[in-house]
């Protein structure tokens, strides 16, 4: 045993004593504490298993801890190549996005018209610009597109049946599930044919005087292949006007571009599905959209007016700054500039030669014999286009070159500063060019020569 070990718990030091010796880190006292007893927590446990505690180690697990707490959220470079992160928050902001959010956190006119005094509406200039992008009558916004389909089924469906196809009826991560979020709007679901083969006239035998609606569900993180069938919105929207019930798509992702210019397969977008009759449309607003968290209703405006009108709307409406991004995000389309400054968007269109060149940038300026330049497939991510795999390029780190593994060499990367998430496979570390902002670049191989050096992270 070292002597700075100990194997009973009257050998660990108290909370007080801890947080006293490292108080030098200058880090908030509560925090100190608040790490201290977690730390010391675990350290019992292992006693208690019959292991030593290092009590060097303790007070670095402790300074550790307490400075992830008071340090968070801490800035990531994305080397994943993966565009909408779901663990790093979705889609990055515009710039004109995180300036309009920093601007809104003062007093502003987020509901009120300053040319008459009067009180106005939270949604109404970024409703404005989303029927003028999408075509659609009228638009409203709330916390997420989970939220905004039990809204919608909550006001449009509460007591009534909602048809559903039995291939529709799927979970689309974080256990989100149709037919639970069904029930929690108070709707009933009622699914019809199977879960491969969906007709038009399963909808109209689904359909009595009891059904409230027909709900659509874009399979957002899986894709369904060979005996299939499915009919289109258009064909469902002709079985709902004969019920004379309206059609709710669940669009997801809610692209409001078309994905082949940017090289992917194509996508619905929310254009499409107001065109083809849908009467209301639920989508993201971190998703291909590109903004911050939100979930998008678009639709007929009686119906849009139902679901501003609903109890629930008050409880899941959008924060000022997230209202601020959104307009600002949705101003891009608007202008015509989306495909440059909306940085999801300019991920996905990067082409190969561009990564290529990117990656060689990279290796000249990162000359080290461990270190390689490969081609790889980056992912969409966020449940949007499932399957599409994107050729792009990596600069790739052998681990083995400085006595290392790619398990610990990936630790060291997101332990340092900024941190970097990057992919390990094979036993190798890539770093997708895909997903790296230009300005991120400097300090990426700045964390990388800091992180690649024999003796590093073993
Ligand atoms: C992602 C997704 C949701 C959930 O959207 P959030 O904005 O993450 O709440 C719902 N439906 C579909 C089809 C989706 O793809």
Redesign the pocket.
């Given at each position: 045993m070292e002597a700075d070990e100990v194997s009973e718990a009257r050998g660990l030091p108290s909370v007080a004593r801890l947080t006293e010796e490292l108080s030098v880190s200058a880090l908030p006292h509560a925090v100190l504490v608040h790490a201290a007893r977690d730390e010391l927590a675990r350290a019992r446990e292992g006693l208690a298993r019959g292991e030593t505690v290092s009590l060097q180690r303790l007070r670095a697990g402790v300074l550790s801890r307490a400075s992830t707490l008071a340090g968070w959220p801490r800035r990531v470079i994305n080397a994943t190549g993966v565009v909408l992160h779901t663990n790093l928050g979705?889609a990055p902001l515009s710039r004109s996005a995180v300036t309009a959010a920093a601007e809104s956190a003062a007093y502003s006119d987020l509901e009120m018209d300053l040319s008459t005094g009067r009180r106005g509406h939270r949604d109404t200039h970024v409703a404005a610009l989303l029927t003028a992008v999408t075509g659609a009558e009228a638009a409203t916004v709330v916390?997420?597109?989970?939220?905004?389909?039990v809204l919608v089924l909550s006001a449009l469906a509460a007591g009534s049946e909602v048809v559903v196809s039995r291939g529709q009826s799927v979970e689309?991560?974080?256990r989100?599930r149709i037919p639970e979020v069904i029930a929690q709007s108070g709707a009933i679901l009622r699914e019809v044919a199977t879960a491969n083969r969906t007709y038009s006239d399963d909808y109209e035998r689904g359909c009595t005087e009891r059904t409230a609606a027909l709900l659509k569900?874009?399979?957002?993180?899986f894709t369904v292949s060979g005996f299939v069938h499915e009919p289109s919105l258009a064909e469902m929207v002709q079985v709902a006007r004969k019920f004379g019930v309206p059609v709710v798509n669940?669009?997801?992702?809610g692209c409001l571009i078309e994905t082949e210019s940017l090289g992917l397969a194509h996508e619905p977008t929310v254009s499409e599905s107001v065109a083809a009759g849908a009467d209301i449309t639920?989508?993201?607003?971190?998703?291909l959209l590109g903004g911050p968290?939100?979930?998008l209703i678009v639709g007929r405006r009686e119906l849009v007016e139902r679901i501003r009108r609903h109890p629930l709307m008050r409880a899941m409406r959008c924060d000022k700054g997230t209202l601020a991004a959104l307009h600002a995000t949705l101003l891009h389309y608007i202008r015509g500039d989306a495909g440059s400054e909306i940085p999801t968007l300019w991920m996905l269109g990067r082409r190969p030669a561009d990564l290529e060149q990117t990656v060689r940038r990279w290796s000249s300026m990162l000359p080290h014999p461990g270190t390689s330049i490969r081609t790889c497939a980056s992912a969409v991510g966020?449940?949007?286009l499932p399957g599409a795999a994107l050729e792009s390029f990596a600069l790739v780190l052998d681990p083995s070159a400085v006595g290392s593994s790619a398990g610990a060499l990936g630790a060291a990367l997101r332990a340092g500063s900024p941190a970097v998430l990057a992919r390990a496979e094979h036993d190798l570390v890539w770093l997708d060019a895909r997903t790296v902002l230009p300005e991120e670049e400097a300090p990426l191989l700045d964390a990388v020569r800091a992180a690649f050096v024999p003796g590093q992270g073993r």
């Open positions: 979705r916390n997420n597109n989970a939220g905004a389909l689309i991560g974080g989100f569900v874009h399979r957002s993180n669940d669009l997801g992702s639920t989508f993201s607003g971190d998703k968290q939100a979930g966020g449940g949007a």
